[in-house]
């Protein structure tokens, strides 16, 4: 889909991989709507989007409600007069052992990185399809979607799959009409390391991240803005699969291989009469 003269709202887009999306959006000639949980981060970045010549409003949401992400679509619609694109990008993220997980953790986790999302493509999908015409929903996945990458991360692979598994089943249901994307980055430079700040305190409240991590971040990491140049050619290309680092292949070829042996040693045979179930819809 081309990019010049569309909309978008951005989730997460105070900070980080959502303000790269921001930034890379301004200069294709895209409006944005920049949301976030920190409001005056969100206001700054949509300021630095205004700068770059295209219309931009901010909004203070959190995204885990769907009260809150129908009230940041009716801004969005109200701000820019129509919305095309929705990234939901907002996302966090604890590290440790995964016996040690806390129930309230892996519950913010999954409320932020999957429920957030979920309220995301509802709520736009549902205007999308009312409205007609080109429309496009990115989420941010991760390569922790296509795999277990690294240790002491367990609920945010769990979250991250089913990133990739609603997009999957989205485009599935709604595709070509209304456009489907998952971006998968690997080590990107933001402040992730340090989502502990926004923890509400029905989970625990604020938690300070573990400086490794943002030493690991600094050392091993790409530049957000880079990666929000790679969204806004993603969707221009209209790839469901955003990647950004190409030795994620080893994670895609190491579930394929895997699941390729062990069914053609479990079922030599392919499907026998027993076999009833019909073909994919793939
Ligand atoms: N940085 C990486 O290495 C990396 C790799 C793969 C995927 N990701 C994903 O990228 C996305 C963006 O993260 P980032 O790395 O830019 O981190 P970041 O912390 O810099 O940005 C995340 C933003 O989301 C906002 N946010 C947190 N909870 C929210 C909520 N409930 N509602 C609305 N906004 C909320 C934060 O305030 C922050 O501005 C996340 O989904 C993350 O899981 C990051």
Redesign the pocket.
């Known amino acids: 889909m081309k990019l010049a003269g569309k909309s978008a709202v951005v989730?997460?887009?105070?900070?980080?991989?959502?303000?790269?999306i921001a930034l890379a959006f301004a200069d294709a000639g895209t409006n944005v709507v920049v949301?976030?949980?920190?409001g005056a981060?969100?206001e700054a970045v949509a300021a630095e989007v205004a700068a770059r010549g295209v219309r931009s409003s901010s909004f203070a949401?959190?995204?885990?409600d769907p009260a809150?992400v129908a009230a940041m679509a009716d801004h969005g619609w109200s701000a820019l007069g129509r919305i095309d694109i929705l990234c939901?990008?907002?996302?966090?993220?604890l590290t440790g052992p995964g016996f040690d997980i806390s129930d309230t953790d892996f519950r913010w986790q999954l409320?932020?990185?999957v429920v957030?999302v979920f309220n995301g493509m509802r709520e736009f999908g549902r205007r999308f399809r009312e409205q007609g015409g080109p429309a496009w929903i990115v989420s941010?996945?991760?390569?922790?979607s296509i795999g277990a990458p690294t240790k002491g991360i367990a609920a945010?692979v769990a979250?991250?799959h089913a990133?990739l598994g609603l997009s999957e089943a989205f485009r599935t249901e709604y595709g070509p009409a209304i456009g489907v994307g998952v971006?998968?980055?690997?080590?990107?430079?933001?402040?992730?390391?340090?989502?502990g700040?926004?923890r509400?305190a029905e989970y625990g409240g604020k938690v300070s991240g573990d400086p490794r991590n943002q030493q690991a971040?600094l050392d091993l990491?790409?530049n957000?803005e880079r990666v929000g140049q790679l969204v806004a050619a993603g969707i221009e290309n209209e790839d469901f699969y955003i990647w950004?680092h190409p030795q994620d292949l080893d994670l895609i070829e190491k579930r394929y291989a895997e699941g390729r042996d062990t069914i053609t040693r479990q079922w030599p045979d392919g499907p026998t009469a027993e076999h009833k179930m019909t073909p994919h819809e793939v």
């Open positions: 989730t997460g887009a105070g900070s980080g991989i959502g303000r790269g949301v976030d949980i920190e981060k969100a949401a959190d995204v885990r809150a939901n990008n907002a996302g966090v993220c409320d932020v990185n957030g941010t996945g991760s390569h922790h945010y979250s991250k990133v971006l998968c980055p690997g080590i990107v430079n933001t402040s992730i390391w340090d989502a700040r926004n509400p971040m990491g790409m957000p950004t």
